[in-house]
């Protein structure tokens, strides 16, 4: 059991009150009693409760971070920003992995409320977030990651999706492959749906007319990519390039390909987005839209850190959007 306050009063037989000020370096305790009574603390190994303490000071000096997917290695990369940034400010990070379930979302804003966290940096499962903000203490400043929610008037920081899935498709387009498909998520994704309208706006600029014929719909997982690709070839009806809406659907789509004994790229050229550590790996070699996953995170700490010192009412939101880049490997030369 841990050792309280009330322990140390009973050891060191002084009152509670004097140990409260002794451990809290406040006035009105004598010097010699203030020695004994932080000896016997030691002695007891006393750990103050940092939640107890938070309440009295009105902060904790922790934040939550909650997150979909922790296996998509573009979210620990994201987590890693804010984490660092924290640390410089002296924060601690509570992280927490919703799996893609509200339910789940829902229940770690209650947990990290009641654990009362001076703010939250959240990537939101849905475009909408106004069910969760009806949950969130309106005292609690949050700002958003990964997705831009367009019914909000909190901060976020994202990459410029459009933007992204028309670099990746003129690319393809460029290099000379006839026919460009996409798979995305449909799952209420504004994400997906940022990056198939760049994928269309690349259409438009080459005069290619648009046909729903190639794009295909699943989830943001690697088992996604696989499924939607081998049906296609399946169907011997397949785009010769592929643009994926994630690195982890690219991924799933190439060995989708290569299990029915075609080639990447000679038979389908794909690319992907997020630029994830195994993209680059020589057996892989991905092209794909680079995002700066680890300064996005500390964007993100840094917008929150500021409304958290000034108070909400005082900072205006701050909406970031940053440059994707397109990274061009073997998968589509």
């Not at 409760?49 to 997150?67: D, E, S, Y």
């Amino acid at each position: 059991m841990d050792t309280t306050i009330k322990d140390i009063a009973e050891q060191a037989k002084v009152s509670y009150a004097t140990v409260s000020r002794a451990l809290n370096d406040k006035y009105g305790v004598k010097a010699s009693t203030r020695s004994k009574v932080l000896e016997v603390a030691k002695k007891m190994n006393y750990r103050p409760n940092a939640i107890a303490r938070g309440l009295v000071r009105k902060q904790t000096n922790t934040i939550g971070l909650i997150i979909p997917d922790i296996k998509n290695p573009f979210f620990p990369e994201v987590a890693g920003g804010i984490e660092e940034c924290a640390n410089d400010f002296g924060y601690n990070v509570f992280l927490c992995n919703t799996n893609w379930s509200i339910e789940r979302e829902e229940q770690y804003i209650n947990l990290l409320s009641e654990r009362r966290v001076d703010g939250l940096i959240v990537a939101p499962i849905s475009n909408s977030v106004k069910p969760l903000e009806q949950i969130i203490h309106e005292d609690i400043p949050v700002v958003y990651v990964s997705r831009a929610p367009q019914d909000t008037d909190r901060s976020y920081v994202v990459i410029d999706n459009v933007r992204g899935g028309f670099l990746a498709t003129k690319h393809l387009i460029e290099a000379g492959y006839e026919t460009v498909g996409f798979i995305g998520a449909s799952a209420d994704s504004s994400t997906a749906d940022e990056r198939l309208e760049g994928y269309r706006m690349a259409f438009e600029k080459y005069g290619i007319i648009f046909s729903e014929k190639y794009v295909k719909q699943g989830d943001f997982k690697q088992k996604s990519g696989y499924t939607l690709v081998k049906e296609m070839i399946g169907n011997n009806d397949y785009p010769r390039g592929l643009f994926a809406a994630n690195d982890l659907l690219a991924l799933g789509a190439i060995q989708a390909v290569k299990d029915a004994g075609l080639r990447v790229p000679e038979d389908i050229a794909v690319v992907g987005f997020d630029d994830i550590p195994i993209a680059s790996l020589q057996e892989i070699q991905l092209s794909t839209i680079y995002q700066p996953k680890y300064q996005m995170g500390r964007i993100a700490f840094e917008i929150l850190v500021e409304i958290i010192k000034k108070g909400e009412n005082r900072v205006s939101t701050r909406k970031v959007m940053l440059e994707p880049e397109l990274i061009v490997r073997k998968s589509s030369l």
